[in-house]
T-cell receptor, first 108, second 109 residues
Framework: GEDVEQSLFLSVREGDSSVINCTYT??????LYWYKQEPGAGLQLLTY?????DMKQDQRLTVLLNKKDKHLSLRIADTQTGDSAIYFC????????FGRGTSLIVHP | DGGITQSPKYLFRKEGQNVTLSCEQN?????MYWYRQDPGQGLRLIYY???????QKGDIAEGYSVSREKKESFPLTVTSAQKNPTAFYLC????????FGEGSRLTVL
């Protein structure tokens, strides 16, 4: 199976919260990342969390890490149409490994 | 400003031709990476380099080659041996946090 798994699609209404989930396999990962990719563009680093942390909050973004279950989530509060993009979860000890990405669709 | 620059952004090539994609970073990062992205797919690692004059194959290195003669530069050559080269190529560098360039889209005609 894949090292990093994400659901492929998420649809939310504008103004609601979005929660994108990710599971990973490498318990020795040092960094866990969330990236945003808009059409035709590179990956923009949104936020990251060290493996010794449980939570990180940065404005509308909240990252939760459950090391026991190897589960990472990204919550976007007050989701806007400009948040529509593909979101990638990645883990890294030495070589960063990415999930297939979650397409977030925000509708009015 | 510090960052990663990839060029060209768009590239067309005929079958049988080699092409080289440029990746330059001024972040003073030791580690650099090349990924390939296909529609609906995640990122697959082609090559990576942890230090100057050293690089390692990733998961899909066949048909590709790299060099790392300078810390700032990690060019990727897509050779004619690569059977399905049309894709979006992403370069990244890291000293902990991983940063990406804007990508190069290669189309083989």
């Amino acid at each position: 199976g894949e090292d990093v798994e994400q659901s492929l699609f998420l649809s939310v209404r504008e103004g609601d919260s979005s929660v994108i989930n990710c599971t990973y396999t490498d318990s020795s990962s040092t960094y866990l990342y969330w990236y945003k990719q808009e059409p035709g563009a590179g990956l923009q680093l949104l936020t990251y969390i060290f493996s010794n942390m449980d939570m990180k909050q940065d404005q509308r973004l909240t990252v939760l890490l459950n090391k026991k279950d190897k589960h990472l989530s990204l919550r976007i509060a007050d989701t806007q149409t400009g948040d529509s993009a593909i979101y990638f979860c990645a883990e890294s000890l030495l070589i960063p490994t990415f999930g297939r990405g979650t397409s977030l669709i925000v509708h009015p | 400003d510090g960052g990663i620059t990839q060029s060209p952004k768009y590239l067309f090539r005929k079958e049988g031709q080699n092409v080289t994609l440029s990746c330059e970073q001024n972040l003073n990062h030791d580690a650099m990476y090349w990924y390939r992205q296909d529609p609906g797919q995640g990122l697959r690692l082609i090559y990576y380099s942890q230090i100057v004059n050293d690089f390692q194959k990733g998961d899909i290195a066949e048909g590709y080659s790299v060099s790392r003669e300078k810390k700032e530069s990690f060019p990727l050559t897509v050779t004619s041996a690569q059977k399905n080269p049309t894709a979006f190529y992403l370069c990244a560098s890291s000293a902990g946090e991983l940063f990406f360039g804007e990508g190069s889209r290669l189309t083989v005609l």
